[in-house]
C-alpha cells in the first residue's frame, strides 16, 4: 500500500508539528542521527524524513502483506484490515498536512513508524 506523498522542502518557520504518537523503537540510528545533524534546519530535517520514510513504508507494507496472508481463509477480515487501512491512510495523509501544498514529512515518518509497530505486532509466528 505504498502512497506517494508531497514531501515538502520548505515548510513555514515556526509551524507547529501535528502531534505523533511515542516514537517507534524500529526508527533507524541513520534517522536519529541525521535529525540531530539537521538541528532546526528545515530543509535538512525533511532530507532526513524522506530517507527514512521508504525504509519505513517498506516495514508497513512487509507487515499489512503478513497479516492478508494470515487472514486468507477469512476474506471479511481480510476486507475489514483493507479498509482500516485505507482510512489510516487518509487520516496520516490529513494529519501531516501543514497546508494545501506541504506536508510534514517527519509526521509522516513517525506516524508510518508506528502503523508498522501496530501490523507488525498481529503477525503470528
Not at 25 to 36: D, E, N, R, Y
Not at 80 to 90: F, G, K, S
Request: hydrophobic share 40%; proline share 2%; with cysteine.
Amino acid at each position: 500500500m505504498k502512497s506517494t506523498f508531497v514531501l515538502a522542502l520548505a515548510i513555514a518557520a515556526g509551524t507547529a508539528t501535528p502531534a505523533v504518537a511515542q516514537e517507534s523503537p524500529h526508527l533507524s540510528a541513520a534517522f536519529s542521527a541525521c535529525m540531530g545533524r539537521a538541528g532546526n534546519n528545515t530543509v535538512q530535517r525533511n532530507v532526513c524524513a524522506q530517507r527514512e520514510s521508504g525504509a519505513q513504508d517498506d516495514r508497513l507494507n512487509k507487515a499489512y502483506q503478513r497479516v492478508m496472508r494470515q487472514l486468507a481463509s477469512d476474506p471479511a477480515e481480510k476486507l475489514a484490515l483493507r479498509d482500516q487501512e485505507r482510512r489510516w491512510i487518509a487520516e496520516r495523509d490529513y494529519s501531516c498536512k501543514v497546508n494545501s501544498d506541504t506536508v510534514d514529512s517527519r509526521c509522516v515518518v513517525m506516524k508510518t513508524a508506528a502503523r508498522a509497530d501496530e501490523l507488525e505486532s498481529r503477525v503470528r509466528f
